[in-house]
């Protein structure tokens, strides 16, 4: 069964840290570019960062330039978004997705990803 399972997320306060972890199982990643992506309550669901298949060159929104960084690990099949300075406009359900694609570059379009992660609860607040 080909899947991805997402862990981390949780509540955090203004200014802290968090780590979304997505792993694959049943396939492996080498070939796929990785998204993550958002949804905030009554808001449609947006890209954050992506991460092409090698060299992994990544995108991000313009939002959390400068604060997320996304990166992968092949050989543990995972692919990792690290969130620094966390305001609460980043609070809402976390999502990562795969799209099959060789290309060095990524795009945060929701309909280029085939394959999603059960979303993760991140939440901003004090």
């Known amino acids: 069964q080909l899947q991805l399972v997402q862990t981390g997320g949780g509540l955090v306060q203004p200014g802290g840290s968090q780590r979304l972890s997505c792993k694959a199982s049943?396939?492996?990643?080498?070939?796929?570019?990785i998204g993550w992506f958002r949804q905030a309550p009554g808001k449609e669901r947006e890209g954050v960062s992506c991460i092409s298949s090698r060299p992994g060159n990544a995108n991000y929104a313009d939002s959390v330039k400068g604060r997320f960084t996304i990166s992968r690990d092949d050989t543990k099949n995972t692919v990792y978004l690290h969130m620094v300075n966390l305001e609460p406009e980043d609070t809402g359900v976390y999502y990562c997705?795969?799209?099959?694609?060789?290309?060095?570059?990524?795009?945060?379009?929701?309909?280029?990803?085939?394959?999603w992660g059960q979303g993760t609860q991140v939440r901003v607040s004090s």
């Open positions: 049943g396939f492996t990643l080498d070939y796929y570019a």
């Open positions: 997705a795969v799209q099959h694609s060789l290309s060095t570059t990524c795009v945060l379009a929701t309909t280029r990803y085939t394959l």
